[in-house]
């Protein structure tokens, strides 16, 4: 890993959790990470429920744009994290790669979809403290 790690979020449409996921390292972890996500299939538009929720914690993703995944995103990146992508993501030696196990937010309401946005903020939060430590000493 360089002195900057950087981190790749995937998920099938690149429009809801993936997009939540790099909203909030982005912002939690400041210029110390580079932060890209991309979908397998992805749509035209972020989910506006996301975009909503994100809105609530203060975290604007309403400008970004669903990207398809490249094997070049993928080897550009130290860590690769997928959210129900299945076996779409190549695989890579020398890389981390972990699976989140979160619900999909397409087609739910906001309610379903704060419960997603706050384990993610969770998830991120501890893969920032794996990333970074000298943040938490």
């Known amino acids: 890993m360089s002195d900057k790690p950087s981190v790749l979020f995937v998920c099938v ?16 972890g ?15 538009v972020i989910n506006p429920v996301a975009v909503e929720a994100m809105a609530e914690d203060g975290i604007d993703i309403a400008g970004n744009t669903p ?11 130290d860590v690769v994290i997928t959210m129900g992508c299945g076996d779409a993501c190549p695989i890579f030696p020398g890389k981390r790669y972990e699976d989140w196990e979160l619900d999909d937010p397409a087609g739910q309401g906001i309610d379903a979809v704060r419960p997603i946005r706050d384990e993610i903020r ?12 000298e943040r938490a000493a």
């Open 67 to 77: 990207k398809v995944l490249t094997v070049d995103a993928v080897k550009e990146s």
């Open 122 to 133: 969770r998830r991120i939060e501890a893969l920032i403290a794996d990333l970074l430590p």
């Open 13 to 28: 449409h690149n429009a809801g959790r993936s997009q939540m996921a790099a909203g909030y390292l982005r912002t939690l």
């Open 30 to 44: 400041g210029d110390d990470v580079e932060v890209l996500s991309a979908g397998s299939a992805p749509k035209d």
